[in-house]
């Protein structure tokens, strides 16, 4: 009885020191430029070290220009604002669709893509997925 009980307040350790929720405050982390027009600001990082959940900022009238990842699928949410969004390596208004708060995406490694704050400030979250896996229905959603 006496190891079931040791077992189990070993588990619970862990979960103790973070028992509580906590606010994050993104201000108080560290953000860095990226595309010369966005604010970064990662909030988790792989076991590589990597930005895996990043917070990215993007001022009204800015436009992030084509680019490529080259690590996992990215699941984005748009938090707040319109997010015009682009496929492709030239931005090109007239391709683009809008994204309101809410809208889900997934963005696959070495596909190029645009964004654009083109109706005010946008603030979107991009998780990147290494090894986890999409499940079926978004799967299905992709083809």
Do not use: C, N
Not at 13 to 31: M, N, V, Y
Not at 44 to 70: C, F, M, N, R, Y
Not at 112 to 121: N, Q
């Amino acid at each position: 009885m006496k190891s079931v009980l040791a077992a189990i307040f070993a588990l619970a350790l862990p979960a103790q020191a973070f028992a509580d929720t906590t606010f994050i405050d993104i201000g108080k982390l560290p953000s860095k430029q990226v595309y010369g027009t966005a604010l970064v600001t990662p909030l988790a990082v792989s076991p590589s070290g990597q930005p895996a959940i990043v917070v990215l900022d993007v001022e009204s009238g800015k436009v992030v220009p084509p680019h490529a990842t080259k690590s996992g699928l990215r699941l984005l949410t748009v938090l707040s604002g319109d997010m015009s969004w682009g496929d492709g390596g030239e931005v090109d208004e007239k391709k683009e669709t809008v994204y309101p708060p809410g809208s889900f995406l997934t963005v696959p490694a070495g596909k190029d893509h645009w964004l654009a704050a083109r109706s005010g400030p946008i603030r979107i979250q991009l998780v990147v997925l290494e090894e986890e896996k999409p499940v079926p229905g978004i799967v299905e959603q992709m083809k």
